[in-house]
């Protein structure tokens, strides 16, 4: 199913990346989307412009990451496009595009395995194993932190063969700063005032939004994107939903398969967006 722009629909996406990863990860959703005429933008959190390569040899630029300069970052360039475009994001990418829409950006947004925005305290057991290898050491709360082959397999391409794994982490896996695993995955609930991935949960006015959980994901598990909805749901009219595609990990924007996610996203976005603007000019 997809969803081509039509006068008076969204023309283009914003594609935001998670941690471990860069804008080289969307690489199949932006020929895909393009294909269907869109235009589709994929930014860099600040000084990731470069290659994934070059990113695995200069880890200070990864560790430096603040959230305030991403999301203002992805601001700049939102607020200088023509309408509001629709904007998707993956695992951290999701935190980050719920922290877009409560700031009025977008005409509407959809999270796929999202980590979550401040308040959710949901934390399986396969989530807790997949960010050991980060929290078992302190230190890595200030510097750059990877993954091995090994736990990478485990927390994002779990429903891949290990041979099928290794070639997406030779592809697209980099460290991810150190400090938004222990600061926004363990601290945050527990520090006192608005944390940096805190949200307007009762938000009445913010573009439509849509939750997708990979059924098998372990770092980000449905459990983690339900509660999430949920507190949306709880407190704000402004429609959210939830979506599970059962079976599929956390590596469900690349494993086979993919197309049918990045449908669903986009003609959701589109059919939603659509109905709001009405909505707004009646």
């Known amino acids: 199913m997809t969803a081509e722009p039509t006068p008076g629909t969204p023309d283009t996406i914003v594609l935001v990346h998670g941690l471990w990863m860069t804008p080289r990860s969307w690489e199949g959703w932006v020929a895909h989307f393009e294909k269907q005429g869109y235009t589709v933008l994929t930014p860099a959190y600040p000084g990731f412009e470069i ?6 040899e200069n880890p200070d630029v990864i560790a430096h990451q603040k959230v305030p300069a991403i999301i203002d970052h992805i601001t700049e360039m939102i607020t200088a496009l023509d309408q509001p475009p629709i904007i998707i994001g993956h695992s951290f990418g999701g935190t980050l595009t719920q922290l877009l829409l409560d700031r009025g950006l977008g005409c509407a947004g959809v999270v796929i395995d999202s980590a979550p925005t401040e308040g ?63 600061d926004y995955g363990v601290i945050a609930n527990f520090k006192p005032g608005k944390q940096e991935t805190w949200v307007d949960y009762g938000n009445d006015e913010r573009a439509p939004l849509l939750f997708i959980a ?27 939903e939830y979506h599970e595609f059962p079976g599929r990990s956390h590596w469900t924007c690349g494993e086979p398969g993919w197309e049918e996610v990045a449908d669903l996203a986009l003609s959701w976005a589109v059919v939603h967006a659509t109905a709001a603007a009405h909505a707004a000019e009646g």
């Open 120 to 182: 959710v305290r949901v934390s399986p057991p396969s989530q807790a194993k997949s960010l050991f290898p980060v929290l078992k050491n302190p230190a890595n709360r200030h510097r750059a932190a990877g993954f091995t082959p090994d736990e990478f397999h485990y927390a994002f391409t779990n429903t891949l063969s290990k041979e099928e794994s290794d070639k997406v982490y030779d592809r697209y896996h980099i460290a991810a700063p150190g400090s938004f695993v222990w």
């Open 214 to 240: 990979g059924g098998a994901d372990h770092i980000m598990p449905p459990a983690v994107n339900k509660s999430n909805a949920k507190h949306w749901q709880k407190k704000s009219t402004a429609l959210t």
């Open 51 to 56: 290659e994934v390569e070059a990113l695995r």
